[in-house]
């Protein structure tokens, strides 16, 4: 028979998705293991990331499930979000159908490939029983104090038409989704305190064993913990104080100017008291810089802009006035949006100083050399040394120096030692229409007030028009938003801005664990049995995004009582597969190197797929496509199914029981049975401990290899081939699933492949029976040879010194030492 996958792969997709055989529950006297992708968002078409990350996912829960392992493997889709938006603008569709055509595709497209999921819970976070959880936790939150609203200038992206928080503003001030430089607006917006939690999200990160260093590193520097003193400068001639907030109190002696953001409250306070032309001027240089990009604004060595304020900040340490500007590199995201400037040691401090005539005052020395000259110094220099020009501090080591300026300004009152982050409020207003709507609404009288959770859910309209030059088509549409207080009856208007899409994805790994749930978000007893996820999986560029969001709601449900109490990180162990290269570059529709899945897996089959994507790279590596390797993965699938063809009539006829290692006396049964255990022992090692998928692929072929190049001499030879046979079919099933299956029931097996019990490592089997030896003369290799395996010390060393050409060699020789090594060498130390 040929090897037809296109006949074979649906008819045992047809047979798994029948017998339901990956469909679980809870079982507490099972292990569990929570196998996870990050779902997909439903952009219409699988690509090869995708195919790479689920067949690494697929391997993984099929191994665990032959392991015995009660094994949760779910799938759905992240189908909220403004590409569905422009999509329906571009095919004059509505989002919703657009959406939900392409959940069903991808579906079936997942399906194709022989994905062992337990579709039963497949999630989509558009569907109306998932976002009124989305709404009801929000209210939760709300409820908690993590929820507020404020006027406050936020991050805006032109062409997405829609807010974005901190954590999507990327590659030095840059739209995550579109890549266009975000500026800054003034609005009223809906914000999550995940700075209460910030401190914790820190100190977890020592847990996370299981997760790839890499982005351990990344989430502490967007975390950013930083130790400092917050302190207050008087302004001169008002009553104003300006805050701010430094880790390097002990520069205090070299501030010569302050500098704020555009943004900052004072900027209009000042604007007001200063009036006429310098108002105008004042107002229309921080609407300047507020419009411009991050990236314009704060990259080292770009030309910095100011203007000066006329008003002075008085030094609550030397009683000076330094004057106070505006200055384009200060961000109100960051700190107080107010810093002290000390351009001797900060660099575009310095560049700002020398560019406004500014003084530099150099406040620290290098430890053995006189301080450099403020007037003359070419550039800033480092702050670490000894203090100088520094008063009470003079002579003291900058760690000293910065402990001393600390108790100096907590012993005056004039300020106090604090841990502030880098990390600021989830902004989670988004000014577009396919999304969670926001459970809140406004009256006039009670101002804004919650939706009753016996009210949910606040259903979005289906029946939208999109505009074509985008924005939020709810907030034209009085017959939606339009609504009656909760509270006193009368009019009210429901908020418009829906929900960031974060929210949906950083809780939908518990409502897998019971997705039928309609009284709570998720049953609390299967989520305190399935969670932690233990294996999951996904891109790494959601480091400080995704990944930040899923732990910091995985505290406050626990909190909430939704989790157990001591459930506090949401994944065990984090895989981020690398991605896949073509032609030199990542695939990408732009840059035209898309290869399609659906074309592979038609012209050589899923199992081909699959196995390519898992043997071309580690897991954790780029993956360069390769044709060749696509044909190559084919071609050892054929003899695979040639191997067990060709033979078949004998491994049907042959004994299934396995031959113990002790009753075989040919050496060429002896060795294919040690070949057979060693490569399931290394296998299984490659696949459970060291997740390295590509080394246990070539072993499979080394193995493969040897079975064909074995001739059965006897019928307890055609035993060993069949257990041979067998053994590679369950090592190469999570690779190739749907080929292994096939020939296993070939075989006359009656079970499903899929769910059989991972083979025991016959350790008998393991032992060699022979073992090389070096001889060795002063430290010097004379020769090699071969004796029989597990001999001891005194053994090796009595049959090494029985041989004739041993004696030879120490013929007239007087022998001072002996050092034996079992199964290795044998070193004699002679005189004469």
């Known amino acids: 028979m040929p090897y037809d996958f296109s006949a074979i792969e649906p008819k045992w997709q047809k047979a798994w998705a029948d017998s339901k055989i990956f469909e679980v529950e809870v079982d507490h006297s099972k292990e569990k293991f929570y196998c996870l992708e990050m779902f997909p968002y439903p952009s219409g078409a699988l690509h090869m990331g995708h195919l790479r990350n689920y067949s690494i996912g697929d391997l993984l829960a099929r191994f665990l499930r032959m392991q015995g392992l009660n094994v949760l493997y779910p799938m759905g889709f992240d189908a909220f979000g403004m590409p569905a938006e422009n999509a329906a603008i571009k095919n004059k569709t509505a989002p919703s159908d657009w959406t939900w055509s392409n959940i069903e595709h991808m579906t079936q497209q997942l399906k194709n490939a022989g994905y062992s999921y337990d579709w039963r819970r497949r999630v989509e976070t558009c569907n109306v029983d998932y976002y009124r959880w989305n709404q009801w936790l929000f209210l939760q939150f709300y409820k908690k104090g993590l929820v507020y609203r404020k006027h406050a200038p936020v991050n805006w992206c032109d062409k997405c038409q829609t807010v974005l928080a901190n954590e999507q503003v990327v590659d030095d001030g840059v739209c995550w989704r579109c890549g266009t430089p975000v500026t800054k607006r003034d609005l009223d917006q809906w914000f999550i305190r995940i700075t209460d939690y910030a401190q914790e999200l820190v100190d977890c990160l020592d847990d996370l064993k299981g997760w790839p260093e890499r982005v351990v590193t990344m989430q502490r520097n967007w975390i950013g913990r930083s130790e400092g003193v917050h302190f207050e400068m008087e302004i001169a001639d008002t009553d104003l104080k300006l805050e701010a907030f430094t880790t390097r109190i002990d520069t205090i002696f070299g501030v010569t100017f302050v500098a704020m953001a555009a943004e900052h409250p004072y900027v209009e306070k000042f604007a007001e008291m200063a009036g006429g032309e310098k108002a105008a001027e004042m107002r229309a240089f921080a609407k300047r810089m507020a419009s411009r990009s991050t990236i314009e604004r704060t990259a080292v060595g770009t030309d910095k802009e100011g203007m000066d304020t006329g008003f002075f900040a008085v030094n609550p340490v030397t009683g000076e006035k330094s004057p106070i500007w505006i200055a384009d590199y200060i961000l109100t995201d960051y700190g107080t949006g107010a810093i002290m400037g000390v351009p001797a040691h900060d660099q575009r401090d310095f560049d700002f100083a020398r560019k406004y005539n500014i003084p530099v005052i150099t406040v620290v020395r290098p430890v053995d050399e006189p301080a450099p000259d403020g007037a003359t110094m070419p550039a800033a220099v480092a702050a670490d040394g000894v203090a100088c020009n520094s008063g009470f501090l003079d002579g003291l080591p900058t760690e000293e120096a910065i402990a001393r300026a600390a108790e100096w300004f907590e012993e005056h009152g004039k300020g106090k030692k604090e841990v502030q982050f880098r990390l600021r409020d989830w ?60 509270v006193c009856g009368g009019p009210a208007r429901r908020e418009t801005d829906t929900i960031d899409t974060f929210f949906c994805s950083s809780w939908y790994f518990d409502r897998y664990t019971s997705p039928w749930s309609t009284d709570m ?26 990944l930040i969001y899923a732990r910091f709601f995985t505290k406050v449900l626990s909190d909430l009582g939704l989790l157990p109490a001591d459930m506090r990180e949401p994944f065990k162990r984090l895989l981020t597969q690398g991605m896949v ?38 897991p954790e590596k780029d993956l360069d496509w390769s044709e060749r390797g696509v044909e190559g993965a084919n071609r050892f699938l054929g003899r695979v199914w040639r191997l067990v063809e060709q033979n078949l009539d004998g491994l049907r006829t042959a004994s299934a029981e396995r031959v113990a290692m002790g009753s075989l006396t040919l050496p060429a049964e002896r060795d294919m049975k040690r070949i057979i255990h060693s490569t399931l022992d290394r296998v299984t090692k490659d696949i459970r401990e060291e997740r390295q998928f590509n080394t246990a692929v070539a072993r499979l072929m080394e193995l493969t290899n040897a079975l064909i190049s074995f001739a059965p001499e006897d019928a307890k030879g055609w035993s060993i081939k069949r257990e041979g046979v067998e053994t590679l079919l369950c090592c190469l099933s999570p690779f190739a699933p749907h080929i292994t299956e096939e020939l296993w029931h070939q075989l006359g097996n009656e079970d499903f492949l899929s769910v059989h019990r991972w083979f025991e490592v016959d350790k008998s089997a393991l032992v060699e029976d022979s073992a ?41 020789k007087e022998i001072v030492k002996t050092i034996a090594v079992p199964g290795k060498l044998v070193n004699i130390v002679v005189k004469g």
Not at 467 to 484: I, K
Not at 521 to 541: H, L, N, R, S
Not at 598 to 616: S, V
Request: hydrophobic share 40%; proline share 8%; glycine share 8%.
């Open 427 to 486: 902004l989670i207003s988004r000014q577009r229409y396919w999304g969670t709507p926001i459970p809140m609404v406004y009256c006039d009288h009670c101002g804004i007030v919650p939706v009753p959770e016996e009210q949910l859910p606040v259903e979005l309209p289906l029946d939208i028009e999109m505009p074509a030059n985008g924005g939020n088509p709810l907030a034209q549409r009085p017959d939606w938003y339009n609504t009656t207080c909760p």
């Open 521 to 546: 978000p998720f049953d609390k007893e299967a989520a305190a049995y399935w969670m932690t996820v233990d294996q999951y999986i996904g891109g790494i560029e959601h480091a400080c995004l995704h």
């Open 581 to 618: 290269i073509k032609d030199g570059a990542k695939m990408s529709k732009s840059i035209g190197n898309v290869v399609d899945p659906d074309e592979i897996i038609k012209k050589y089959g899923a199992d081909t797929a699959r196995l390519f994507i898992l043997f071309a790279a580690p």
């Open 772 to 812: 090389t030896v070096v001889l060795q003369i002063n430290g010097k290799v004379r020769e090699q040879f071969t004796v029989s395996a597990g001999l001891s010390k005194e053994d090796l060393l009595a049959e090494v010194m029985s041989r004739e050409e041993t004696k030879k060699r120490l013929e007239g």
